[in-house]
Each structure stands twice: as structure tokens, then as C-alpha cells.
């Protein structure tokens, strides 16, 4: 079966730094595009960093500079590493992959910053 499991959200204070991951396992293959997006309570989900099978990125410009995403091709995975922390990337982050096929998304990690 397909799916997105996602790891690594948790508790960090102002300053600090996470690293999410999301394997793709099961029957998704031909992946193009993985993608990170978040969401708080009463907003859009938003993109935060996108990054095509080639390599290229595309971030918002509010975590220019402090977040990189990354991908391993042959695991099917991509990863993204958050410094310097603010109080407003409080969110769920979800990782979305877009495949031949269809898109996927996965279940969402809580990452809370705490001021």
C-alpha cells in the first residue's frame, strides 16, 4: 500500500533546529516533485520548500536561509533541516509527493517552537 511516513517534528526552543523526514514506500514510483507544506489552526496550508527531481529548490521567503530541503532519490525520501527556529513556524508540516500517477500527503508532524 502507499503511503508517506513522516518523522522527526517535535518540541524545539526559539534558535533551535529540527530535520523532518518522509519516505515514500509502497507502490509509488515515477515521483517528480516532494514538497513540504505546514498549516496552523485556522490558515491555508501553505509551501514552505519544494525541491523537483533534479535538484531544484524553490522556498517561501519567509525560511529563506534557514531551511534547505533535500532528497534521496533512491530511497524515495526527502528531508528538510530547520535553523534558527522562530515562534511563528509553529505549525503541522506535511510532506506532499507527486508521482506519474498521483499525488500523495503525508499524515503531518507537529512542529512547536516555544519562544
Known amino acids: 500500500q502507499a503511503q508517506l511516513v513522516e518523522s522527526g517534528g517535535g518540541l524545539v526552543q526559539a534558535g533551535g533546529s529540527l530535520r523532518l523526514s518522509c519516505a515514500a514506500s509502497?507502490?509509488?514510483?515515477?515521483?517528480?516533485?516532494m514538497d513540504w507544506y505546514r498549516q496552523v489552526p485556522g490558515k491555508q496550508r501553505e509551501l514552505v520548500a519544494a525541491?523537483?527531481?533534479?535538484?531544484?529548490?524553490n522556498y517561501a521567503d519567509s525560511v529563506k536561509g534557514r531551511f534547505t530541503i533535500s532528497r534521496d532519490n533512491a530511497k524515495n525520501t526527502v528531508y528538510l533541516q530547520m535553523n534558527s527556529l522562530k515562534s511563528e513556524d509553529t505549525a503541522v508540516y506535511y510532506c506532499?509527493?507527486?508521482?506519474?500517477?498521483?499525488?500523495?500527503w503525508g499524515q503531518g508532524t507537529q512542529v512547536t517552537v516555544s519562544s
Open positions: 506532499y509527493v507527486q508521482s506519474l500517477a498521483r499525488s500523495y
Open positions: 509502497g507502490s509509488i514510483f515515477s515521483i517528480s516533485s
Open positions: 525541491i523537483t527531481r533534479g535538484g531544484s529548490t
